[in-house]
């Protein structure tokens, strides 16, 4: 790591947060409410990054007073304890176990601290635990709470300056006018709370693409607006929470992300630039191979996207077999059809096949991209439909006789409520939607139906290697004095795994406020 001065200083502010998805905002307001003069770029002309996609926008937060408070006094039963054996019997050793114990102990205080603020509320959410069988586990969702949705007419002039919904972005559908909701309820919240403060600056179109170091010291960083380049000095800190490179197809070859960057629900802004300057500057990296997985369906954009909550339907491969517990968490899922992928076993696409019991529209009922048109998929050859499964196999390209056997053994799995081959319905996260009964759902009402499935992801998740303190380490495993990282930026706490709904953007969050309150704490030692 080398000295990149002399360079012409344009502006100097105590802090730089380069993202504003959950953890770049959480950053600026702490930095902000703290007394420091802080300027938050963003990369697109809009804040949010992928948190503003999040339909629910929650957070994995243990023992929180939202949630105490809802239980109320003598029931919440959950300890902090009980959630660490359950995130690191998940996890594991792959990271390392304080940086585990630092996320799953800070989110109460974090959220005790945020409530601080009458404009940043939380309510509960609940969503079960996403490895039910794992040690203390949570089957109730008592983990999981999310930004209270809020009024539009209480914050009309961030309705446009907020990035999504998806079916905005892709779909050219209006922003909702009555509600902020989701992880815009909480990029809203925060843009509101951080509105009160004259020390801190938004600025979008903004990029962060280099970072300026000074004997072995982070002191500023280059940015860059409409080609043009600026330097920017810090005193206290740079805050890399710019989120993952799931949308630079370069970075996921070269890095070996499975899947393209078309099928990602990342934020466009998600493109690698904050990972690429901190690596520059001599960081050590992780998990680079990673992302958030997920089931996507095909739609006739071509794109791929994150779908769950299934009322029915089997996914089965160019085999005509099921391979996959179907309604598996989503990322559990991901892993499992990218391994088959792999090694060779399954190929693109693979189809769900369902019944007309709710029609020709496949049953998914959170496609989180909206189905479009009927016909617009047909015309594109994602969805079939014939009077008989030997028929649809014929139009899918499949061997008639096994699809034809595959769905008579799993009707027969649905008449007992017990599916011997992948145990769909034996972890709490597959009932989850539906009520607590079987999601076992049988295939016997013709006509028959098939539609198209890929792979999607919710970012990568491999980025800059930390302490417990958000400080981004050197190859030797020292702290780089002045470079934090957050979110998507920095190697997720959480591995190769995905403990719970929530935790990409709680991860993001805490981090990015501990950062800053590394920087408070560096500066009274100095």
Excluded at 18 to 30: E, H, I
Excluded at 116 to 123: A, G, H, M, S, T
Excluded at 190 to 207: E, G, H, M, V, W
Aim: aromatic share 8%; hydrophobic share 40%; proline share 7%.
């Amino acid at each position: 790591m080398g000295d990149r001065l002399p360079v012409e200083w344009t502006e100097e502010h105590d802090v730089l947060v380069a993202g504003s998805g959950g953890g770049g905002v959480t950053g600026a307001y702490t930095a902000a409410r703290e007394g420091l003069d802080v300027l938050l770029v963003e990369a697109t002309d809009k804040f949010g990054g992928t948190t503003a996609y999040s339909g629910g926008g929650g957070v994995w937060f243990p023992c929180n007073p939202v949630l105490q408070r809802a239980a109320g006094p003598g029931v919440f039963d959950d300890t902090i304890e009980d959630a660490l054996t359950y995130y690191h019997a998940v996890v594991g050793d792959r990271t390392p176990r304080e940086i585990q114990e630092t996320y799953v102990r800070g989110g109460a205080p974090l959220v005790e601290y945020l409530e601080q603020d009458p404009d940043i509320k939380f309510v509960p959410l609940p969503w079960p635990d996403y490895y039910g069988k794992a040690p203390k586990a949570r089957l109730d969702g008592q983990r999981h709470i999310a930004a209270k949705p809020l009024k539009v007419a209480a914050a009309p002039e961030l309705r446009d300056a907020i990035r999504g919904p998806l079916d905005t972005d892709r779909l050219g559908v209006p922003t909702p006018p009555d509600y902020y909701i989701g992880g815009r309820a909480l990029i809203a919240r925060f843009l509101k709370a951080i509105s009160q403060y004259p020390n801190a600056t938004l600025r979008p179109d903004t990029a962060l693409v280099d970072l300026v170091v000074d004997d072995g010291k982070v002191v500023g960083a280059v940015v860059e607006n409409a080609g043009r380049r600026a330097a920017i000095r810090t005193r206290r800190g740079v805050l890399l929470a710019a989120g993952g490179f799931e949308c630079n197809e370069g970075l996921r070859r070269r890095y070996g992300v499975p899947g393209v960057a078309r099928d990602t629900m990342g934020g466009p802004g998600s493109r690698g630039l904050a990972l690429e300057a901190g690596i520059a500057a001599g960081a050590d990296t992780d998990l680079l191979d990673q992302a958030w997985w997920s089931p996507g369906m095909t739609h006739p954009d071509g794109r791929s996207a994150f779908a769950l909550w299934f009322t029915g339907g089997i996914f089965v491969n160019q085999d005509g077999n099921r391979f996959v517990n179907e309604s598996r968490a989503y990322d559990r899922a991901g892993r499992e059809i990218i391994a088959q992928l792999q090694d060779g076993s399954l190929t693109l696409p693979y189809w769900m096949i369902y019944d007309d019991r709710e029609g020709e529209v496949p049953p998914v009922k959170a496609a989180n991209v909206s189905i479009v048109e009927t016909q617009k998929y047909v015309d594109a050859g994602l969805w079939h439909t014939a009077g008989t499964l030997e028929e649809l196999a014929a139009k899918i390209g499949v061997p008639p006789d096994a699809l034809v056997a595959t769905v008579a053994r799993f009707n027969g799995f649905a008449a007992t409520g017990v599916d011997e081959d992948f145990g769909r319905g034996d972890e709490a996260f597959d009932r989850a939607f539906s009520g607590g009964a079987s999601p076992l759902v049988p295939i016997d009402r013709p006509p028959f139906h098939a539609a198209a499935f890929g792979i999607s992801d919710l970012g990568t998740k491999g980025g800059l290697r930390t302490d417990t303190a958000a400080r981004v380490l050197d190859r030797s495993g020292n702290p780089i004095p002045g470079l934090y990282a957050a979110g998507n930026t920095m190697a997720a706490p959480s591995g190769t795994a995905y403990p719970g709904g929530g935790n990409p953007i709680g991860t993001s969050m805490l981090f990015s406020h501990l950062a800053v309150r590394h920087m408070l704490s560096d500066a009274q030692h100095r």
